[in-house]
């Protein structure tokens, strides 16, 4: 696999400007995941904890993920349909093994 960058985005300024949404709907749906008891287990394991107290925590705040490449354009975008659905790994493996990947969301 060739190396690819991960960008985090405390600010939700990507966020923003791709028009990620809070949703308290999509948020409860999350408890009926397939993955949600798997995830759960995993933070818990993982020793993670999530500061609510943090101004800016939005807990109905949906994941997305996006695949730019080289030159900056969208290869591929996933928009959650829960808080633990994430963009497909195999997805991900595939554009990093490709020519040219150099950023990662």
Avoid: C, W
């Avoid at 993955?35 to 287990?41: F, G, I, N, V």
């Amino acid at each position: 696999l060739k190396h690819i960058h991960v960008i985090s985005d405390p600010e939700k300024e990507l966020y923003h400007l791709y028009g990620v949404e809070s949703s308290i709907i999509k948020r409860m749906s999350t408890l009926f995941s397939s993955k949600y008891a798997s995830h759960l287990k995993a933070v818990k394991e993982l020793g993670l904890q999530v500061n609510k107290e943090e101004k800016d925590f939005d807990q109905n705040l949906i994941p997305a993920d996006f695949l730019i490449d080289a030159s900056q354009q969208l290869e591929a975008v996933h928009y959650g349909k829960n808080l633990t659905d994430r963009m497909d790994e195999e997805l991900i493996v595939n554009f990093a093994e490709a020519e040219e990947p150099t950023l990662s969301r």
